[in-house]
């Protein structure tokens, strides 16, 4: 084992660093891994840009990443299901105490949850990290590293699809088609949605949706009025959706959302946004839409593996660009510019397949 | 049976007026009611006031009340389940069209529905009112006339906690004490929520709240941040309620209806206010806190009667005003002035009892 | 149109007849539809032979059939929603009365409800035949009349399928590979389940059964163990599965979906066996594998159009046979025989075409 | 503290014995209890009768008892939650693994769990006894230590109903009027209940049903025919309930459920008896009556203490016997012999009260 842990760590607003820290030493019910493949996340950038989102600061260096697949390296002494050697995709939220949220299956919503790189927890963008065996899920071998790196941003669509209720012959829009929205889609798709609509202000994002496989794609202008849009998608679709499922949000866009969807539907907010939003609340409470948000997702990584597994979802062409681990600042920059869907680190020197 | 139908009909804003109609003839599936007790609800006295309902105007003379319950005088060629005699509540929405809606047991949300006193349909605070025989629900011995009235806003309550999942054990906010939130509250209860607090201006209704079964009341001043009132709210109870059914329709209450409500839990709107509200909707969205309208109610009348019947919900007490019909101008400025609870309309001129 | 109506018509255990019978007029909910394609189920043929299916019995002359699609040729006066000239399926189930059951959306409970070619509703299997205007569906342009037939099966797969609640990466047991578990097989891969094992005795109907999907078979031997077929089912699978969808009716294979699935699973059963079956009832109780049953469908046409139309699920390959209405006897020869899946009577003399 | 720990423990069929064991030492996340009251379950019974439950087999001495509540003497050091003093209900099963079962929120069907008095588990019914502390909660000042005992049996009440989906207005069945079978009738009432019928073949447990709450009765006789048994209910209640909740486990009254039950209602198996069971499964299967098992219980404590400590729900009545725990083994023959409802133990003999 290598003595060196090369780690990205953000340590104030703009200041984003590759630093050697120690290797960790796995606690009994701990594992620990040797990275291999981890996507960066918007909020990763933002941390770095901003060293904040919402009530979550940056008070001490943080190491970033939780978009994460890597190798068993060492078992922590009660660990039964992982051997070293075993390739595991992380689940990178931990419950740290039985509430009554982890004890009735929600445990996403635990508000003393450890999460990776969510200050002040550490991430694992990085060579060597430890995380809590029953988070890590073994990988079957037709399944990558890196698709086990995207289980994180697809259990984002799996929960929100999900909590939406898609179902066989769902109509459903996705307004935002950034990795969230696209995800969303590919997992509407595979729980039997009937006809997907995507939105975007960018004309090669939805190009992205519709080879992923949207029925239709809408571009939006800043300034579009939302009621309009709505009507737009009733007249693409020649039906109102069932379920809206929001990636980007934008408070206009939340607003077509409530329209757009049909009496007794969903809308699923997974996109965040200013603290205060003006919406039309008396037009979705009178037609019974329901308004469900989404908190990152519970028990979704097993039913991700076996649809990877099964080829019913294929992420792959969400990845569009990989960096070694040594360039990441550049792969961060590329990110930040918005260039592509999904920029993998590579953080295996031995290995940089997908 | 006699030859005049006095009725109380809404011409324009601030006229109404009580008129001589004809006794209409019922259809093959209908009944001829003659009507005995029928409530006067806040939105009767809105289209006296200003003539619409959002977009529901209205355009010619519109007959008011949909609160009502009557006796069978006259039965339609195909109606099975009613006699002549036998004392019914009335279902004041009657779906039109077999659409998706209504197959799905959702029919509340059927854009054409038949609804007493939503212009353009005429309502039954009259002598005699024909009405399909479906929604005529025959009442046991042991329930009275104004019961059956009260089952419409008794539906409003039932509605709204089935939607938010009310249960043993739950832990209810109830924002607003007027008619709706003290039905809102006699359900919760006996579904089996453990603690339910009601919140209102006035101490006067907090005190009407705490006679029917309010285990705490908070007295809300105008001004009040929402934040705050939650806090107040938490420190009551000494935990955070699962279920808030906003019963005011006012923008602050709704805000602290949301800072209120448990991670993972639902709020309720049943209050209608402006048609765009400015919520903390991040807020709601991180905490997978549901928002969930309510638009009026459906298969809620044999569970109420059930209720009523085996003396499980007690709704006697919100009856706090008596008038006979020919006194309908009266009793309209009764409610119109906020005195009391419920106000009465008795419509048999042979009795006046309960 | 011509003036007579050639029908299938079972008059006693043994005697089906090919008669000419009036064409109907329909009533103003009614249209009069000219039948393009119907397929032969097992209960027409049962009827055929046996005069009855449990309480139900051929006491008067029945028209047979049930899996339906045809062209409105007439339109009754309250008729709205469609035209002369449409091509629509047929939802054979039409409730008679607004009960409870209608009310909430469970429509197919309903006990008066009106079933072609259930004893002594007269089926579809025939030139010209009036149904409720309501429960004809308009097909779209891309979905022809045989598929609009084999919407009635496939709803019994829907219906399946949904209360089952195959869902995202479901692994699911399907007993039985006749013309029911292959609808559930196409509908559960549709609705994103990510391994699907079929079982049944015979390997010709396994073999369709790959092709259609199914991503493992197994085949049964009369006496097999029923705990042994369940380890099986484990062993190939590597998992239990979540779900059971029970196709054969078979008391054994009962017992071996109850001991195949999963703890907190579910078992639908489909299959109709005898009145009194001996099951490991406690095996289920004490793991909490819930055990429901199916009758027909609901609210299963919009949805089974939609993922036809869009090409999600593929029904063509379950026709092998195909006859004109005039040699219906040969045709239900063939089904009687179990040879193939899906034998098509084809009712239009000028269009034989799928 | 004491240096004595007596325990009632089974060694074999037949041989229940009071011994002096050594008092535990908690584990980090454990706490160490002076028990004070625990209620003797049928199955103490029955290992003491018959050594085994099924394929649980007493093959080395166990501790007896898992309905109690006792006092905190020791904290472990990771527990934060109590404190030396606090009076606490204890949840007797503890999930060992946290497998798909336990993060999905239906911990009591890990298959590895820790259950008291499940061999080779042991119980509480002794002087001192260690918990883990996440499944100890305590009680408010006005809910007694039998009261929390009693929380168990009522737990699998609570269960019960839950999965029945018993709710406002509900009509409900229950088969039993055994300890198990009253707790449901106590949860089903609190939970909105409209009628509630219970069944028994003593008229003595009948009567304290009725004393419960039961609105009516049904006397069984060994050899009634079960559809006869179905009808009276249903000539009873002038209704068929919703929901039967069985507490019996015997094959006629498991085939009486469902007859009686309503087309669309449920069935919850809570009695256990013979492995293999001959039901009507067909006449449950087209009527969709849905079979759902229950196997304990979870998360059921938070809301049962505050279902007591708000006094909706009143478990003392059913307390008919106390023993002090010096003589156990008189208590358990009392039990054996099936008089009175629930046997208390009272094991601080410096408090005998409630
Ligand atoms: N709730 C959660 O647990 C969770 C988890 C992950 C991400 N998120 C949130 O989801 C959102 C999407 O994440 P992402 O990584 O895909 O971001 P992204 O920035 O890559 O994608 C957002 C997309 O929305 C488009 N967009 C902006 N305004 C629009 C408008 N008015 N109409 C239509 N499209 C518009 C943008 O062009 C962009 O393509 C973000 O708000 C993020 O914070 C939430
Ligand atoms: N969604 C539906 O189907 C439906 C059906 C019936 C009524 N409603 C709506 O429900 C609402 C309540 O109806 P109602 O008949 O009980 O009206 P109401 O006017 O009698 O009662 C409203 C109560 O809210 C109180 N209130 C006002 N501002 C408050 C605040 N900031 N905090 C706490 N309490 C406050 C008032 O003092 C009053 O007692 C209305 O908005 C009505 O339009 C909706
Ligand atoms: N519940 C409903 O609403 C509904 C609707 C339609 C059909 N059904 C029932 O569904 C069942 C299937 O209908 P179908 O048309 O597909 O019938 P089918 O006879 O074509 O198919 C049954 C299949 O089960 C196989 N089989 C028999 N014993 C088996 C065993 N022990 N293990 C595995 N496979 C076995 C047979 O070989 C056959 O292929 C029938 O019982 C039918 O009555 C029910
Ligand atoms: N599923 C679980 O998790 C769970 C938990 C606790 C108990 N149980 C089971 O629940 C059942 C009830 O437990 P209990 O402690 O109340 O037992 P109990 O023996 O005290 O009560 C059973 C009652 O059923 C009555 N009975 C017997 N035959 C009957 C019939 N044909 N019709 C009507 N009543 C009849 C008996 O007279 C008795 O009063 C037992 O089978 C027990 O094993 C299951
Ligand atoms: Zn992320
Ligand atoms: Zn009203
Ligand atoms: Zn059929
Ligand atoms: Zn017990």
Request: with cysteine; proline share 6%; aromatic share 6%.
């Amino acid at each position: 084992m290598a003595q060196e842990n090369l780690a990205v760590v953000v340590h104030s607003p703009g200041d984003l660093r590759l630093e050697n820290l120690p290797i960790p030493e796995p606690e009994p019910n701990e594992v620990l891994l040797q990275m291999h493949s981890v996507g960066i996340c918007g909020s990763d950038v933002h941390y770095w840009q901003y060293g904040r989102i919402g009530d979550f600061v940056v008070k001490k260096p943080m190491v970033v990443g939780h978009e994460a697949a890597g190798r068993v390296v060492k078992v922590g002494s009660a660990v039964k299901h992982l051997n070293v050697g075993d390739r595991v995709a992380i689940e990178p939220g931990v419950p740290r105490e039985m509430d009554e949220f982890f004890k009735n299956g929600r445990y996403n919503l635990s508000p003393t949850i450890f999460f990776c790189a969510t200050p002040p927890d550490d991430g694992n963008l990085c060579r060597y990290y430890k995380h809590s065996a029953n988070f890590c899920y073994k990988l079957p071998d037709n399944v990558t590293f890196e698709e086990g790196a995207l289980i994180e941003p697809l259990s984002v669509g799996i929960h929100a699809c999900r909590r939406a209720g898609v179902t066989l012959g769902s109509v459903v829009l996705i307004c935002g088609a950034g990795a969230i929205g696209l995800v969303s889609l590919l997992v509407a798709k595979a729980m039997g949605a009937s006809q997907v609509i995507v939105t975007d202000l960018s004309p090669e994002r939805l190009k992205m949706a519709k080879q992923l496989g949207a029925d239709f794609q809408l571009t939006v202008k800043k300034g579009d009025s939302s009621e309009q849009l709505a009507k737009s998608v009733h007249d693409i679709l020649g039906a109102q959706p069932h379920v809206t499922i929001e990636c980007t949000g934008v408070e206009s866009s939340i607003q077509t959302a409530i329209y757009a969807t049909r009496s007794g539907g969903v809308v699923v907010l997974v996109g965040l946004g200013s603290p205060m939003t003006t919406i039309p609340l008396i037009n979705a409470a009178v037609r019974e839409v329901d308004i469900r948000g989404v908190f990152r997702y519970c028990n979704t990584w097993p039913m991700a593996i076996a649809m990877l597994s099964s080829g019913k979802v294929n992420v792959k062409p969400l990845v569009t660009h990989r960096f070694p681990l040594e360039q990441a600042l550049e792969a961060f920059e590329t990110t930040r510019q918005g260039v592509g869907i999904k920029v993998m680190l590579k953080c295996d020197q031995n290995d940089l397949n997908p």
